[in-house]
């Protein structure tokens, strides 16, 4: 629950530009009206509610109102999501929508959620939810979703452990079976491979992505044979180099995060190159890793994914990044950009009227395809089966050159 005062101050005293703060409940949420004096008695405004951890209980300010002291990770984050939300709202109202935006501080905590969306009236009147960012809370949003059948956007968690026949929680970001589905099926459109090598520790959570990988890498049509090689700590090179061929590519898949493993796994992989031709398949989460060699991984020409496309040289986010800065001084970032992408489609959606199972242009997004796409956990595909969810089921595959990633789509 956030006032208008408090966004105010969080935003370091940027101006609320193109809205009206048309009214807000004290301490409950902050409320923007945007598009004011273009509905018409045949269109309705679009109400959506913003459900984020800015966490201001542990916020301190001066006597004259600035922040004093460090704010939260989960507070930036927030923020920067928040900028970039309300940025796309800018452009929407622009286009003539009528938006009604309730923002809300979730506070980080699963029973705020519940007070906000079993106990406030104005939750029942909405189009459509943004958030929460945390699983714990996502539990009792699909609650709610399910009983009133309110969209519920999971702007980063993609667990769907707790969801089922819930064809209104929709992930904003694809979940990590859709990822190595995708790695899978590149490797397989490009090399064709008879065999495949997969490394991993003997941790629970390595297996976990390792079966992920297999279910995959079973469904290419090259179904290629697959050597499982794992240790608690690391592979030798000797074993390793059973497995490999001189003259032909060898793909070798790295089900695991844990940098470590993954440093000596590379550095040992980086000494065979010279000798085999490797071609390594690392996960998403690779992306962020601080400790792994851009330089090392383009000898190894390793491949991984991304929920967003990398190229923000386009006209269109040179744009949006200079309305961007002329509006908070500072230039987008990942959470910004997921803000601005989250709130254009899924608030488009809804002034369309569209199904959900609808592909939108990569102009319509910053650096992000969007297709939604209904996913049935019994495996069954059938327009007369209730969705446990929706997904948006785009992957972009990048690969290490030159000690950078690219596109290779």
Same mark, same amino acid.
């Given at each position: 629950m956030?006032s208008?005062?408090n966004?105010?101050q969080?935003?370091?005293?940027n101006?609320h ?12 949420c +902050? ?12 269109e309705?405004p679009?109400?959506?509610?913003f ?5 201001t ?7 004259l109102?600035n922040?004093t002291?460090?704010?939260? &990770?989960?507070?930036?984050m927030?923020l920067?999501?928040?900028k970039g ?12 929508l009528t938006?009604i ?7 980080s905590?699963?029973?705020v ?8 009236a ?10 929460p960012f945390?699983m714990d809370e996502?539990r009792?949003?699909?609650?709610f979703s399910?009983r009133?059948?309110? !969209?519920?956007?999971s702007p980063?968690?993609?667990? &769907? ?7 209104e929680?929709i ?7 859709t990822?190595c589905?995708?790695?899978s099926d590149?490797?397989?459109s490009i090399?064709k491979?008879?065999?495949?090598i997969i490394l991993l520790?003997?941790s ?7 079966a992920?990988?297999?279910?995959a890498?079973k469904q290419?049509?090259?179904k ?5 090689l ?14 490999l061929?001189?003259?032909s590519?060898n793909?070798?898949?790295?089900s ?5 493993f ?10 065979m ?6 071609v390594?398949v690392g996960? !998403?989460?690779?992306r962020e890793?601080q400790?792994?060699?851009g ?5 190894l020409?390793?491949i ?6 990398l ?10 990044n200079?309305a961007f800065?002329?509006k908070y001084?500072?230039?987008l970032?990942?959470?910004s ?8 489609y899924?608030?488009s ?19 992000k ?8 956990k019994?495996? +069954?595909?059938?327009t007369?089966?209730t969705a ?6 785009y ?7 030159d000690g ?5 789509r």
């Amino acid at each position: 629950m956030i006032s208008a005062l408090n966004l105010r101050q969080l935003l370091n005293g940027n101006k609320h530009n193109g809205y009206v703060i048309n009214c807000f409940v004290a301490i409950a949420c +902050a409320i923007i009206l945007l598009g004011v004096g273009q509905t018409t008695a045949a269109e309705k405004p679009i109400r959506v509610a913003f459900l984020l951890p800015f966490n201001t209980q542990s916020i301190k300010y001066d006597t004259l109102g600035n922040i004093t002291g460090n704010v939260t &990770t989960n507070t930036q984050m927030a923020l920067n999501y928040y900028k970039g939300a309300m940025l796309a709202l800018d452009s929407l109202s622009n286009s003539g929508l009528t938006i009604i935006t309730r923002i809300y501080d979730t506070k980080s905590d699963s029973n705020v959620v519940h007070e906000l969306l079993f106990n406030n009236a104005e939750m029942l009147n909405t189009d459509i939810i943004i958030g929460p960012f945390f699983m714990d809370e996502l539990r009792v949003a699909n609650r709610f979703s399910q009983r009133f059948h309110i !969209p519920v956007v999971s702007p980063y968690v993609t667990s &769907t452990s707790f969801v089922s026949k819930s064809p209104e929680y929709i992930l904003s970001k694809p979940t990590l079976a859709t990822h190595c589905k995708a790695l899978s099926d590149y490797i397989d459109s490009i090399y064709k491979p008879s065999r495949v090598i997969i490394l991993l520790s003997e941790s629970q959570q390595d297996k976990n992505y390792y079966a992920l990988f297999e279910n995959a890498l079973k469904q290419t049509n090259s179904k290629p044979s697959l050597y499982k090689l794992s240790d608690s700590s690391t592979i030798s090179q000797d074993k390793i180099e059973l497995y490999l061929v001189p003259g032909s590519s060898n793909i070798i898949f790295i089900s695991s995060t844990n940098e470590t493993f993954i440093s000596k796994l590379t550095a040992r992989l980086e000494t065979m190159s010279t000798q085999y031709q490797i071609v390594l398949v690392g996960m !998403p989460q690779w992306r962020e890793s601080q400790p792994l060699k851009g330089s090392q991984l383009s000898k190894l020409h390793c491949i991984i994914s991304h929920y967003a496309d990398l190229d923000k040289n386009t006209a269109y986010f040179n744009h949006v990044n200079k309305a961007f800065i002329d509006k908070y001084a500072l230039a987008l970032n990942e959470f910004s950009i997921d803000g601005y992408n989250d709130t254009f489609y899924f608030i488009s959606n809804q002034a369309d009227d569209s199904d959900w199972n609808l592909n939108r242009k990569p102009k319509d997004a910053l650096c992000k395809q969007i297709i939604i796409k209904p996913r049935y956990k019994s495996n +069954a595909n059938s327009t007369s089966t209730t969705a446990d969810y929706m997904e948006n089921t785009y992957v972009n595959i990048l690969q290490y050159r030159d000690g950078r990633l690219e596109d290779v789509r």
